[in-house]
């Protein structure tokens, strides 16, 4: 007998009953609906922290920073520091960069300074970075851009960049009222890069003789008058690791420091004995990407092994990886429960399909059926059970997807918050993984029946009414 007709006639059989086999591919649909969407909601909890992750540091990013007995930069001379602390130099930006699957390294150089605008001065954490680690962050902004190249020095601010500006005369800011300050960053800011100067020209310092006060007047240091070139989208509750920094393109920012500073030291760079500045700049830390996230703990050893200390969250991800697999197991396994209850009813209804048709089975022998082709038509019709199980089953599956990202992200938003929250995840791997299930269970369910049929005696399954 051919296979298609063996094919034909399964599908004929499982036509006839059409109630039982109905009730049949409901317990797969439910069986499998239950599985899919059940894994769905560790992997959906799985991706929403990686993402999370990604937005607040990045997932293929390392941080680079001195490594030794550490002093910060600018608390003190060459002798506080320890000798055996490497300095982040443009060498070492270089040698970052030999190593394998590094496909980007840039120089992160961390400085404070003041701004104003009106009334209102603020602490700014300025970080300049190389415009093409700014370009491979990805900043999603509200307006603006990152600066091209060949503009002078701006400033892209963060979402929340705008709390840290007060009333300079009241001292009054945003934590204090909970109103954001009237600043306008579309317009320029004055910027003080030498806060030292300033505020001992806000404070005189009086000097006490052995007869009289002098009161020692320190002039104000230069404002400069700089544009903002973008700000990053989001409001005051939307936090990444960008919200409260300032960003800038490095080459743009160290012949301004050098300018203002000329002769005196960077503020946050170190140095020598008498206090005189290096003539070369020391880095806070190196950004480092990669290609691939496998291979972060390698490339950390080497980043060692060069003498620095890499900064990479490969234990919180790992341990968290593991946690969302023991819950998509668990989860997987309720869903499971269903699916072997369906399993039953399978093989159920085909034992019940093998009595109904003993006499069929007989004839089929007795013409020359062989029992490869017996045993080939029950198992198709399991499979078939399984098949159209499981593709309903997958079709709810994504219904209730749908419905748990839509109606159930609404109402924990109203509740949480958290309006953009991915409650249920299917990606395709998982729906394919969770067909060829459901066949593979109506194929096991329906091979035990498909063995009694293949043993039954032709002429007894002929006499059989």
């Known amino acids: 007998m ?29 069986g499998t609906a239950s599985i899919v969407v059940m894994v769905s909601l560790g992997l959906a909890l799985n991706k929403s922290t990686m993402e999370t992750m990604e937005s607040s ?3 293929t990013t390392i941080q ?10 600018g608390s003190g001379s060459e002798e506080e520091s320890s ?3 490497k300095r982040i130099t443009e060498d070492t930006i270089k040698e970052l960069a030999q190593i394998p699957h590094v496909t980007l390294v840039s120089p992160v150089l961390n400085v404070q300074i003041l701004a104003k605008q009106g009334r209102y001065i603020g602490y700014l954490d300025v970080y300049g970075m190389s415009k093409e680690a700014l370009e491979s962050m990805d900043l999603d902004f509200a307006w603006g851009q990152i600066p091209k190249e060949g503009d002078g020095l701006s400033f892209v601010y963060g979402n ?3 709390m840290n500006f007060y009333n300079e005369s009241t001292g009054e800011g945003y934590w204090d009222s909970g109103v954001l300050p009237d600043v306008d960053l579309e317009k320029p800011l004055y910027y003080i890069f030498d806060q030292e100067s300033y505020w001992a020209s806000q404070n005189p310092v009086e000097d006490t003789g052995e007869n009289e006060q002098q009161t020692q007047n320190v002039s104000p240091p230069k404002k400069y008058m700089l544009p903002v070139a973008g700000v990053l989208a989001g409001d005051m509750e939307t936090y990444t690791e960008q919200s409260y920094g300032v960003y800038c393109d490095v080459e743009t920012l160290l012949p301004q420091l050098k300018r203002v500073f000329k002769n005196k030291a960077i503020p946050g760079q170190p140095v020598t004995k008498s206090g005189k500045p290096y003539k070369e700049i020391y880095y806070n830390q190196a950004y480092v ?3 691939d996230m496998d291979y972060a703990e390698e490339i950390q050893n080497e980043i060692k092994n060069l003498g620095y200390t890499p900064n990479w969250n490969a234990e919180w991800v790992k341990s968290q990886q593991k946690q969302y697999q023991s819950i998509q197991l668990v989860l997987g396994g309720i869903g499971a ?5 369906a399993a039953i009813g399978i093989a159920n209804t085909m034992m019940m399909s093998i009595y109904e048709r003993t006499k069929e089975i007989g004839i089929l022998k007795v013409l020359g059926c062989s029992l490869s082709n017996i045993r080939t038509m029950f198992l198709a019709e399991a499979s078939a059970i399984g098949l159209i199980g499981g593709i309903v089953g997958l079709m709810l599956s994504f ?3 749908w419905a748990l990202n839509n109606f159930g992200a609404a109402l924990g938003g109203a509740i949480t918050g958290m309006t953009e929250a991915q409650i249920s995840y299917i990606p395709f791997w998982l729906a394919g993984l969770a067909l060829a299930f459901a066949v593979l269970v109506g194929m096991i369910a329906g091979f035990f029946p498909a063995l009694r049929a293949m043993r039954l005696s032709p002429l007894a399954a002929i006499r059989n009414e």
Do not use: A
Request: no cysteine; net charge positive; proline share 0%.
């Open 337 to 341: 429960v269903s699916l072997f209850v």
């Open 57 to 59: 540091g990045g997932l």
């Open 2 to 30: 051919r296979f298609w007709d063996l094919i034909r006639m399964s599908l004929s059989n499982l036509w006839r009953r059409k109630l039982r086999t109905f009730l049949t591919v409901l317990g797969v649909m439910i």
């Open 399 to 401: 219904g209730i997807s």
């Open 289 to 291: 990407r990669i290609d």
């Open 64 to 73: 680079v920073y001195e490594n030794g007995s550490f002093v910060s930069m």
């Open 160 to 162: 929340q960049v705008m």
């Open 83 to 85: 000798q055996e602390t």
